[in-house]
């Protein structure tokens, strides 16, 4: 029977959640729940004499509801009612849910205030500590503005109790990373450090959250911490576990503390001070001394504590990196744990030792426990264990021992757990090109992986493999054999093709003396595998076909038939027609001397950072470059072909595999070549497609090179501010598409190609000069006017020239982040001297509020459920306007889904309405954000209702859209 | 010659817990608690990391990766207690805080079991609150934890 005996046990309460455990099926409890919600409703609207306990019994039950998965939209009012009662039961319901159930942007907030206000004067010390919690749980910048000021006090002063300083201290904590500003620093700063002394520990607790948080923004300002942090520790870890008692667990003294102090230290670097120091690194070893003591209980919770406490002193002996003895002490006893009975400790001994294996002083170190991490990837039975095998053997990995890691590597990947595969290609990829003394083994290495892991190897893999080859001469003789002979198994992977076929087509002549790799062996080989390929590798294909014209004059009959093959030359893909138009023209009506100037072999690429590690780092958010740490440190680093000064790659094989375009200056530049440029790992960017159109297209899409000349004035010959004339109206074309023409005039083109994600875009800007003298002092530079360089982050790479030469195209690259929501755009202002002349074009850079949107996808109920919550003053905005564009349902499908929408098909019972649902992810917030759109054809107007969270979020959709329809 | 990129704590993270949840072996939760307004989708979120914590076997470790955080979960017979925390928390550390949360429900209901907590669910949440704040540790000593719980069922007793 349950124990309900303990204070005032609810009966209704008991009954209701019998009642739920009693159901038999999902209906039967959802039907109990609709019942309960339906009475609990009417008790709330009807009777106006519920007293608190009943009010309390309900909040229960909704509490109760919420975590069975059902989204709560009422009872928030009768909630707030509670707050105000004096008894604490009732209040402190009030409280939980309150602080369980409301978000930090609800209105509900404006009315909690007061009562917070009053609790925080109450003088009854529990009612202040309610008022503290839920501050520190919920506070938002409202309640920091109205409340801020009454909290310092709260820590400082002499008469406050310590459980009231200790929720003080967090409920600062939340209102100082909610908004600073209303917590100026002053006398109290000063004094919460010092409660690093107090003498009550728990204060200490708390007090130490809060410092941290203060020391991680200003570090200069609470440097006093440091040597306070180091006296609190020493006392605690040199004391017996008698001496503290209260907060002695399992036989460890304050554990919780001493790993919190630990981290707060890890802010800082070592200390200057040589007695802190001394002192600091007593106690490191200290703890490190206790670990090798025989333990004082056998309980996993005394091991748990003690070990708790190690690995943050090791964390922060990793941290300054600067005591050689404490490193490879850190690093022997990490090693203990490697072969531990717990899988914990195995786990976090791994994932320690990787930070370790970064040190110079503990490399070596961890370098002789290569042995025990390569048997534990192969027995470890949890796969995150197995994981940090992986990172661990990486971390460790250098010149002597790259060989036998990276074959342990490909070993694993015969087997290892599809989550981790393409992680491990990515590794292995990075290791071999880093390490590699013989270029051949590098080859080696990736062809296997491809043949291992061929699904796992990305784009950037195979990229970096033939930028590789093309640069260094000494190996395409053998990287032409060898993939020639991987090409020879049966069943191989479309990635290896794509090699393969790159790589004849470049170097196949250095095998053709072999009559078993002949020319025509070679082009029967690649062709036999071509209608097993998408369509992107056979386009590669065709251009390896052309190149072999080139290089094999002897078989130039058999290529033109394939080219000439009805399957290309009326294929339904127009890249693929189109090469083999081109390419079929091109090998008929040029001169073996025109061809071969043409087609000549690849120029080198420029040398530049391994595009994988970009890809690698995306891969892991939590993983840093560790190198940029250490660089003041090692110098002598010599450049290898991946620590090149540029870092980040722009051209890759993806563009440069033309060519038709490798000898064609007169084309312009590909603009949209580059994507493994691409950080954000947005455009998956279709292998070969663009080369042949890219000379023909313009810049970034569409024909706007020749249609816009017409329509646009005549160059601005005058420096303004203003925004130029065709500013606006592009700008809002952008709403919903990503690439386009942004600006044209007499002398200038501006292409933008965009790609977002997550609160994250990146624009590429490509500026042509029309005119055939160049640009001088081109500089253009984008500023965030007003508000809005608070919502955003925008980073404009500088331009490596300041010329543009007449007929040129200069490439930008534009990161930009979205903090909040906006209003406004960032303002890209170009100024540059055409023929003496000074010119100044104002332009709105392409970046809005919807392109932070992401499309959700939700059912009828989920929906109705979501719309119905957002029915405050401001979550809605409705506009009924007149079509500014013909109604068509398939061009009104397309914009809203242009412009960031979820279109949910059948939720709207009339076909010719548009509901859809979508979330703005900026990085502060992320607004949902609901829409129905209402076409009226008769009238040709709209109606158009917008629902979302947050009022400016609402106006400014719905502003845009307004401009689309 | 030093390696290039290793996985590494960030270390200017912010050190805490991001939610902790109760749930039962047949995959219910029973208490959820959030330090972070939790995202768009959270009942989805949570539904996959309780069916990921409880696929686990007793051999495998009891920390896991999950999309940005990190997951540190025990088992007490049918209730898993499962802390997501942020990649510069100690594991360890959170290992036992669940541990000791634990043993203050047992201190309070005197043995606690899953009804305890449905039945209590104001006072399983209370002396939660009492150890964790905005996803920070306040207070470990479990005398300490459970003083104001104690002040009201005086008061009710009254």
Partial sequence: ?965 | DLVFTVPTRSRTGAAMLKFILLVNKQGQTRLARYYQHPEHEYISTERDIIRKCLAREDSQCSFLEYKKFKLVYRRYASLYFIAGVDHTENELAILELIHNLVETYDKYFDKVCELDIMFNLDKAYMILEEMVMNGRIVEMNQNRILLPIRVMDQAIQK
């Fill in chain 1, 1 to 965: 029977m349950p124990t309900v005996a303990k204070g005032d046990g609810m009966r209704g309460l008991a009954v209701f959640i019998s009642d739920i455990r009693n159901c038999k099926s999902k209906e039967a409890e959802q039907k109990r729940i609709n019942k309960e919600l339906a009475n609990i409703r009417s008790k709330f609207k009807g009777d106006k004499t519920l007293d608190g306990y009943n009010k309390k019994k309900y909040v229960c039950k909704l509490l109760f509801i919420f975590l069975l998965g059902h989204d709560i939209d009422f009872g928030h009012m009768e909630a707030v009612n509670l707050l105000s009662s004096n008894k604490y039961t009732e209040k402190q319901i009030g409280y939980l849910f309150i602080s369980v159930l409301v978000n930090t942007n609800s209105d509900l907030i404006r009315l909690i205030i007061q009562s917070i206000k009053n609790d925080l004067m109450s003088r009854n010390p529990v009612h202040i500590c309610l008022a503290l919690q839920c501050i520190a749980n919920i506070g938002s910048k409202e309640m920091a503005e109205a409340l801020a000021p009454e909290i310092p006090k709260l820590i400082v002063s002499g008469e406050i109790i310590d459980t009231v300083k200790q929720s003080a201290c967090l409920c600062l904590l939340r209102l100082f990373r909610t908004s600073p500003d209303t917590v100026p620093p002053g006398e109290w700063t000063q004094r919460v450090v010092h409660l690093l002394n107090d003498q009550h520990l728990g204060v200490v607790t708390a007090a130490t959250s809060l410092i941290h948080t203060l020391a991680q923004k200003t570090p200069e300002d609470f440097k006093q911490c440091v040597s306070l942090a180091i006296s609190r520790l020493s006392r605690i870890v040199t004391s017996s576990y008698t001496d503290l008692q209260d907060y002695t667990y399992y036989f460890v003294p304050a554990p919780w503390l001493s790993v919190k102090l630990l981290r707060l230290l890890q802010v800082y670097p070592p200390p200057e001070d040589p007695a802190a120091r001394g002192r600091l690194n007593e106690c490191l070893e200290t703890i490190l001394n206790k670990a090798q003591e025989p333990p004082k209980s056998k309980k996993v919770q005394h091991s748990n504590a003690k070990n708790a406490v190690l690995f943050e002193a090791i964390n922060l002996i990793i941290h300054h990196d600067t005591e050689p003895n404490l490193l490879v002490r850190a690093c022997n006893q990490l090693g203990q744990f490697l072969q531990h009975r717990e899988t914990n400790l195995r786990y976090l001994a791994l994932e320690s030792m990787c930070l370790l294996a970064s040190s110079e002083f503990s490399h070596e170190a961890v370098k002789k426990h290569m042995d025990t991490v390569i048997t534990a990837l192969k027995t470890e039975r949890d796969v995150s264990v197995r994981q940090r095998a992986v990172d661990l053997l990486y971390g460790m990995c250098d010149k002597s021992n790259a060989e036998e890691i990276v074959a342990e590597m490909l070993a694993y990947l015969e087997t290892a757990d599809y989550s981790i595969r393409e992680e491990m290609v990515l590794k292995v990829a990075i290791l071999a090109e880093k390490y590699a003394v013989d270029y051949t083994w590098y080859v080696d290495t990736i062809l296997n992986l491809i043949r291992i892991a061929g699904d796992y190897v990305s784009d950037e893999v195979w990229f970096r493999v033939i930028q590789i080859v093309i640069n260094r001469d000494d190996v395409q003789g053998y990287a032409a054999k060898v993939v020639f002979e991987a090409l020879q198994a049966p069943a191989c992977h479309e990635n290896m093709v794509k090699v393969g076929g790159y790589i004849l087509g470049e170097f196949g002549n250095l095998i053709a003396g072999d009559q078993r790799s002949s020319p025509m062996v070679q082009f029967q080989l690649l062709h036999s595998k071509y209608h097993l390929c998408s369509a992107p590798t056979r386009g590669l294909l065709l251009s390896t076909y052309i190149k072999f014209i080139n290089l094999f004059p002897e078989i130039k009959g058999q290529l033109q038939d394939v080219l000439r093959n009805n399957n290309n030359l009326q294929n339904a893909d127009a890249e693929l027609q189109q090469r083999a138009i081109e390419y079929l023209q091109l090998s008929t009506v040029a001169s073996q001397d025109v061809l071969a100037t043409v087609l000549e072999e690849m120029p080198p690429f420029p040398e530049r950072e391994s595009s994988i590690l970009a890809k690698l780092k995306k891969k892991k958010p939590n993983v840093s470059d560790i190198e940029v740490v250490k660089e003041g440190k090692k110098s002598s680093n010599p450049p290898t072909l991946n620590n090149s000064a540029a870092n980040t790659p722009d051209a890759t094989p993806v563009s440069a595999p033309v060519p038709v375009m490798a000898a064609a200056p007169v084309a312009a530049p590909a603009p949209v070549q580059s994507a493994s440029d691409d950080l954000l790992g947005l455009s998956a960017g279709p292998a070969v497609s663009a080369p042949v159109t890219n000379n023909i297209a313009a810049p970034a899409g569409g024909g706007g090179l020749l249609v816009d000349v017409f329509d646009t004035p005549a160059a601005q010959n005058n420096v303004s501010t203003s925004l130029a004339p065709q500013a606006e109206d592009n700008f809002f074309k952008f709403a919903i598409k990503n690439n386009g023409v942004l600006f044209e005039n007499d002398l200038l083109q501006i292409g933008v190609k965009a790609e977002y994600k997550g609160n994250l875009g990146r624009l590429g800007l490509f500026y042509g000069n029309k005119t055939s003298y160049p640009f001088q002092f081109f500089t253009p530079t984008v500023s965030c006017p007003g508000d809005l360089s608070s919502a955003m982050n925008v980073q404009a790479k500088p331009l490596d020239v300041n010329t543009v030469e007449g007929g040129a195209q200069v490439q930008q690259m534009i990161n930009v982040e979205c903090i909040s929501d906006f209003l406004e755009a960032p303002i890209l202002s170009i100024k540059f001297s055409y023929s003496g002349s000074m010119q100044q074009i104002n332009l709105m850079l392409p970046v809005m509020l919807n392109k932070f949107f992401e499309p959700v996808e939700m059912d009828a109920t989920t929906f109705f459920s979501r719309w119905k919550q957002l029915n405050s003053p401001g979550q809605e905005e409705q506009k009924i306007f007149k079509a500014s564009f013909p109604i068509e349902g398939d061009t009104s499908r397309t914009k809203l889904l242009g412009f960031g929408f979820g279109l949910l098909d059948g939720v709207d019972p009339n076909p010719d309405n548009f509901v859809g649902a979508g979330i703005i992810k900026a990085q502060s917030s992320q607004v949902g954000c609901l829409l129905r759109l209402e076409p009226n054809m008769q009238a040709q107007m709209y109606r158009l209702t917008l629902r979302t969270s947050k009022e400016s979020v609402t106006k400014r959709l719905a502003d845009i859209l307004l401009k689309l329809f």
